[in-house]
């Protein structure tokens, strides 16, 4: 669906993306993980024609380069920035937004109640988007891309800046969007997102895509193993093992004065870890 | 996206931003609200105009006599009339090319002669010269110096020893006359006596009472066609004249600073969607990045023209009354003005790389170039030197081109300077500010 072949981006002696080759397959949600400033947006803005490349290529299979503005007409960008016009309010904002996707009439008015709705902002849809929270704001720049329908969403650090609330009801909204057969790509540096919406993520480091894999995968191939924490009075044991459950076991059997017991297992964040010898969040 | 679409997402942007400019209080402030201010503001300190159809008439006295003197006297006292004495009638016709009076009347040698014999002459020749365009003031003036001719008919009936000059020197001229049949020298002469006794018997009513305009109307069925001032009125051209009014000042000093205001909310609203972030949705959306400022620009060019046209219309009320001399040539110059500037609007959205340029360093250099453009003073009171200086802000240009419609007078040769101009900034400046946007922080 998505793909993107050996991706380069300088910004004069930064060098934001280098050689990142991908392939996203229609239907998925795909998650670019990684710290900031490893060069997620700058990917997306190649992808969507905004930067232009290097080096590289990046087109919808079937439509080709997003340099084209018919083929932007199937995507739908959910900025990291938040992009909306605090003066209008969130239907205006909509109703112009799906204006430009050539929208009118019925349909549009019918397209932006429908994405208020989605994103939880119906009753607010009248009040201007500078009165909104930074939740509000993230939900309705998210409907912004949803407006015109688009079987592809790329949505830039959606849940950037947001209360747990907003955050939960983001990503219940990317599941759903998911559930109707769209292809999202999702950035984030929030790896318990991407474990959570991400049918397959790619890490992302200093421009370079590290690895892509669906999640078990991932932790299976760079997690390494889980460790059981034993306490006994002030004493706690660490244990690395494959196979935690059989270790608990084994352990139980071995004495019986244990305290406490702790299973900690590997996750994207120690997948990470391993790979870049650094942690996602600083 | 094809044609329709395209427009469509076009005009969505233009009036996306003229809302934005409404709701943004400063800036609609600045666009609309001061400009008008401005105008009613200056126009009264350059002396307003709102005295309504008031005519300035030059007076030449040729005849220097006691009754050429009490005619002007008499006229001075007209309500609505200025007067301005002159000693010769080639600089009352100069006063008419400058503006500074509306007509002008020559009392001719011989003068109060013809008028003392009103019963056997032709009635008072008097030669007025009147600025073109001022048709209505012209029937005003005409009109005035015959009710005031009648007023002088009537004195003579009023006052016995006025008409009993005039009795006398027709009876003298009478005597004089040689090919007159003795009958009809009888019937003359015993009108006269009639005459003497009727003026004798109301005399005696009303003596007191002074002839109105009224009794003048009467008189002029009473006696036919015969009028007491023959009024001939020569046009004398107003080229390079000044203006007529404060407001024909003011008001284009007012678009100056509508435009000024469009031109600065516009190009800033693109510096702005860029370090917003709106421009990249934008971008992304299925239109062309040509299309994108298209729509800016038909944004611009509709709110110039919303603001030009609103203070023009403002002028052209009570109590300001500015007189639009030829509309073609108004509606001519503010279309030109509104493509000119939108053309500096796109010339301030390329050469500004951030927001705060734009606000900064753009709104600066604009003022500068309103000011010297004409915005502060008008541009026909500055020194010659100052003046060619000004030819560097498109201000003066479209000054000169709503001035143009207004009380120069401009034809189509007069706007083509201008005019060019005007398209030339339109059509290079949003080329050169195209090429020259930055699409990212
Ligand atoms: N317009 C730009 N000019 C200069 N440097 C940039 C620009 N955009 C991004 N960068 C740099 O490129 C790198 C990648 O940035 P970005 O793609 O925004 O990362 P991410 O979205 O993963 O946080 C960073 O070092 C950033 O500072
Ligand atoms: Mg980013």
Redesign the interface.
């Known amino acids: 669906m998505i793909v993107l072949r050996d991706l380069r981006k300088s910004f004069g002696p930064v060098v934001a993306v280098s050689g990142l080759s991908l392939r996203v397959e229609p239907g998925e949600v795909f998650g670019l993980l990684g710290p900031n400033g490893a060069g997620k947006t700058t990917t997306l803005s190649m992808l ?4 232009t490349p290097d080096a590289g290529t990046a087109e919808i299979e079937g439509l080709g380069s997003c340099s084209r ?5 199937s ?1 739908g ?1 959910a ?1 990291q ?5 605090d ?2 309010s969130a239907r ?1 904002n909509l109703h ?2 799906g ?4 929208l ?1 009439g019925t349909r549009l008015r019918q397209r932006v109640e429908t994405v208020l709705g989605l994103v939880g902002l119906s009753d607010r849809g009248g009040d201007r988007a500078g009165t909104y929270s930074g939740g509000m704001k993230r939900r309705l720049n998210l409907a ?1 891309a949803l407006v015109h329908d688009p079987p592809v969403l790329l949505l830039d650090e959606p849940t950037a800046g947001v209360d747990p609330q907003s955050r939960a009801s983001i990503i219940d909204l990317v599941r759903a969007l998911r559930a109707e057969g769209r292809t999202i790509i999702y950035t984030t540096h929030y790896m318990e997102e991407a474990q959570k919406v991400c049918d397959r993520v790619g890490i992302i480091d200093r421009g370079a895509l590290l690895d892509v894999g669906r999640v078990d995968e991932l932790i299976a191939r760079h997690g390494g193993s889980s460790v059981v924490a034993v306490k006994r009075g002030d004493v706690e044991e660490l244990i690395e093992t494959h196979d935690p459950t059989r270790t608990v076991a084994d352990v139980l059997r071995a004495s019986p004065d244990v305290e406490s017991i702790r299973i900690e297992r590997p996750d994207l964040e120690t997948v990470f870890l391993s790979m870049t010898g650094r942690r996602l969040r600083d | ?1 094809n044609l329709t ?1 395209a427009i ?2 076009i005009l ?2 233009a009036l ?1 931003d003229l ?2 400019l409404v ?2 209080k400063a800036a609609a402030f600045f666009t609309f609200i001061f400009p008008m201010l401005l105008a009613v503001f200056f126009g009264f300190v350059f002396g307003g105009g709102g005295d309504g159809g008031n005519l300035t008439l030059g007076i030449v006295d040729e005849d220097r006599t006691q009754g050429s003197g009490q005619f002007v006297q008499d006229l001075e006292k007209v309500a609505g009339l200025g007067v301005r004495r002159f000693e010769a009638a080639d600089q009352a016709q100069q006063a008419i090319r400058r503006g500074e009076v509306d007509a002008a009347v020559v009392l001719p040698r011989g003068f109060a002669d013809s008028t003392s014999s009103v019963f056997s002459g032709q009635g008072m020749e008097i030669k007025g010269y009147i600025a073109p365009g001022a048709g209505a003031q012209a029937g005003l003036l005409t009109g005035k110096l015959t009710e005031l001719g009648f007023r002088r008919l009537m004195d003579s009936f009023t006052s016995p020893r006025l008409l009993q000059t005039q009795l006398d020197r027709a009876r003298q001229q009478l005597g004089q006359q040689q090919d007159i049949t003795p009958q009809r020298r009888g019937v003359i002469s015993s009108f006269l006596d009639s005459v003497q006794a009727f003026s004798e018997d109301m005399d005696e009513r009303d003596r007191a009472e002074e002839a109105s305009t009224d009794s003048g109307e009467k008189a002029t069925s009473a006696l036919g066609d015969w009028t007491p001032v023959r009024v001939t009125l020569e046009e004398v051209s107003r080229q390079g004249a000044g203006p007529r009014s404060g407001f024909e000042v003011s008001f284009p000093q007012g678009v100056v600073w509508g435009l000024m205001g469009c031109t600065l909310a516009f190009g800033i609203s693109l510096a702005e969607e860029r370090s ?3 421009l ?9 990045r040509g299309h994108i400022l298209l729509g800016k620009a038909v944004g611009c060019f509709v709110s110039c023209t919303l603001v030009q046209a609103i203070l023009i219309v403002m002028a052209l009320l009570p109590p300001f009354r500015v007189q639009v001399t030829s509309p073609v040539a108004m509606v001519a110059a503010v279309l030109l003005c509104s493509v000119g500037f939108t053309g500096v609007m796109m010339l301030l959205a390329g050469f500004a790389k951030t927001e705060t340029a734009a606000q900064g360093v753009g709104r600066a250099v604009m003022i500068v170039l309103a000011l010297v453009g004409g915005g502060s003073v008008p541009l026909f009171i500055l020194p010659k030197i100052v003046q060619t200086l000004s030819g560097v802000s498109p201000f003066r240009w479209a000054t000169l081109l709503i001035e143009g419609g207004l009380w120069r007078q401009f034809e189509l040769a007069d706007m083509l300077l201008p005019g060019g101009i005007m398209i030339g900034l339109g059509v290079g400046g949003f080329a050169l500010g195209a090429a020259m946007f930055r ?2 922080e």
Not at chain 1, 81 to 85: G, I, K, M, R, T
Not at chain 1, 99 to 102: F, P
Not at chain 2, 280 to 288: E, F, H, K, M
């Open positions: 969507v024609g905004l930067i503005p018919l083929v932007r007409a995507l960008v900025p920035a938040l992009a909306l016009y003066q209008l205006e112009f937004f204006r430009l996707y050539g009118t912004a | 996206m679409q469509g997402a969505s942007i996306k809302r934005l709701r943004d917003r972030g709106t990249l949705r934008l971008t992304t959306a299925p239109l062309t699409w990212q």
